[in-house]
């Protein structure tokens, strides 16, 4: 079955940056598109950014200048590079995909900007 496990999460200060990587199996990775989503408290679950199979990418509006999404496919992971954190992007931050067994998400990863 498909498993995403997201890691890379923590408590930074605004401005600092974080890495997120998402390790998947159960699934061919390298024919779907990896997306990474965020839900703050109290909010909806929000898409942040998409990589692609043929390597393009994309990104929300909030996102755009900031963050970079990449995927390794022989290592079967999507990360998504955050610079320039502000205590607006504070959430769990998901990775999911979407195959012929349906819409899988990682367990989440929390990011925290705080001073």
């Known amino acids: 079955q498909v498993q995403l496990v997201e890691s890379g999460g923590g408590l930074v200060q605004p401005g600092e940056s974080l890495r997120l990587s998402c390790a998947a199996s159960?699934?061919?990775?390298?024919?779907?598109?990896m997306n990474w989503y965020r839900q703050a408290p109290g909010k909806q679950r929000d898409f942040v950014a998409q990589?692609?199979?043929?390597?393009?990418?994309y990104y929300a509006d909030s996102a755009k200048g900031r963050f970079t999404v990449s995927r390794d496919n022989a290592k079967k992971t999507v990360s998504l590079q955050m610079n320039r954190l502000a205590p607006e992007d504070t959430a769990v931050y998901y990775c999911?995909?979407?195959?012929?067994?349906?819409?899988?998400w990682g367990q989440g990863t929390q990011v925290t900007v705080s001073s």
């Open positions: 999911n995909v979407r195959t012929g067994s349906g819409n899988s």
């Open positions: 159960g699934f061919t990775f390298s024919s779907y598109a």
């Open positions: 990589a692609t199979s043929d390597g393009r990418t």
